[in-house]
């Protein structure tokens, strides 16, 4: 009986693990990152449009001349169309990052069904045409989950490095933890906003983004949008 407990506890485990892990594919083939030899890195940003601090991205990105991938909360483009019209037109990609960023590992069918449509509902509304791509809330995502997304004729977007931006004091952290990581080939997770509400303060994501293109530039890297680095994925 205890060792029925004890298999079923680390069943559980698993499960949860492969639910979050950004490189896992159980229950899901993923993107997670391009071909190492590449010396491509990709920069995305979720949890916006972000009012200030998606603009001052904006202009740290048109100084470097650099695009990057934007996975948008919907309820936030509805808020505030014209910055997400800003980010299209300015020449970056934009991604489905459900309405209300929900964790999907929890969710039911339906609920991820309707969060998906939702968000490509405001999308389409305030950006017209956008990519087909799409980053689940947390990385969480079941069987289910990823059924949704491929009705939707969406294709998961994951991540390699992750900048833990959200809860950094500072660009020197976000750095930190960025630069042991990195390698041709990655895909960066930053945010551009917060989940919880319109404003969270990402004046340290602005700052580390600025030095993390000059940096990587002068180390022989180039930055690429997320369909660009797709068709050079490792394997």
Not at 47 to 70: H, K, S
Not at 119 to 143: M, W
Request: charged share 20%.
């Amino acid at each position: 009986m205890l060792a029925m407990l004890a298999g079923a506890g680390l069943a559980a485990v698993a499960a949860g693990y492969h639910s979050m892990a950004p490189g896992s594919q159980l229950y899901g083939r993923t993107f997670v990152r391009g071909a190492p030899e590449s010396r491509q890195l990709a920069l995305t940003f979720d949890d916006g449009p972000n009012d200030p601090w998606t603009a001052r991205l904006l202009e740290v990105l048109e100084r470097r001349q650099v695009r990057a991938t934007f996975f948008m909360i919907g309820r936030f483009v509805r808020q505030k169309p014209a910055l997400a019209r800003q980010v299209a037109e300015a020449g970056h990609v934009i991604g489905n990052h459900t309405f209300t960023h929900p964790n999907l590992a929890f969710a039911s069918g339906a609920a991820v069904e309707r969060e998906l449509s939702e968000c490509e509902r405001a999308l389409a509304d305030a950006v017209g045409d956008h990519s087909r791509l799409f980053r689940p809330p947390f990385g969480g995502r079941t069987p289910v989950a990823l059924r949704q997304v491929r009705r939707h004729g969406l294709k998961t977007i994951m991540w390699r490095v992750s900048g833990f931006d959200w809860s950094a004091k500072s660009a020197a952290q976000i750095e930190h933890k960025i630069w042991p990581r990195l390698r041709g080939g990655d895909v960066i997770l930053l945010h551009d906003g917060g989940h919880r509400q319109m404003g969270a303060d990402r004046s340290c994501t602005v700052q580390a983004v600025d030095e993390v293109i000059v940096r990587a530039q002068e180390q022989g890297f180039s930055f690429v949008t997320v369909p660009e680095m797709m068709p050079l994925q490792a394997g």
